[in-house]
């Protein structure tokens, strides 16, 4: 049996499903029709973010949409979250590091160099997200980078992206 196909969502494509946004649910749908078999992930960091969102966020609707996407994300659209070990811990942690004083992502940024770090220990091979600071970033030396430290860099694309690159 062949292994699946890894892939990576940010908080923000998970809240998107969980208010059904068209055009992330079409990519969704896309991505499990073209690569099969997938796994989508959802790795430490978006777990936390989506929970803190669920619990803290001022704003009501936001709240809704996190507590949605922790509730459906494994029965509706079988998103598997990720626990890390202690090694692979320490392992993100020093890639979120570099990551952030190589300027690539900005410093102050410093989940969004998480999600990177562990959609990359976790070998995904895509990461959807709607970010700009995960969107902008340079593939080139985000690939050499990580390189120095053995991880591969997944491929970072927004839903609309997808769509359009398969559909356009």
């Not at 890894?6 to 896309?30: C, F, I, S, Y």
């Not at 410093?107 to 976790?122: C, G, H, M, P, V």
């Not at 991880?151 to 559909?167: D, G, H, T, V």
Request: some cysteine; overall charge negative; charged content about 25%.
């Amino acid at each position: 049996m062949q292994k699946p196909q890894l892939v990576a969502v940010d908080t923000n494509v998970l809240m998107r499903l969980a208010d059904g946004h068209e055009a992330t649910t079409d990519a969704w749908q896309l991505i499990r029709r073209r690569l099969r078999p997938v796994q989508f992930i959802v790795t430490p960091t978006v777990l936390d973010e989506l929970g803190s969102k669920a619990l803290d966020d001022p704003e009501p609707l936001v709240r809704h949409a996190a507590a949605s996407a922790l509730r459906l994300m494994r029965p509706r659209w079988q998103f598997q979250p990720a626990d890390f070990n202690a090694v692979q811990e320490a392992i993100a942690a020093n890639a979120t590091r570099l990551l952030r004083e190589s300027g690539l992502v900005p410093y102050e940024e410093r989940n969004d160099a998480a999600i990177i770090s562990e959609a990359s220990i976790l070998n995904c091979v895509l990461l959807v997200s709607r970010d700009s600071h995960l969107l902008d970033i340079d593939h080139e030396k985000l690939t050499l980078l990580f390189r120095q430290l053995d991880l591969p860099a997944p491929i970072i694309s927004s839903p609309e992206r997808l769509l359009k690159k398969f559909y356009a």
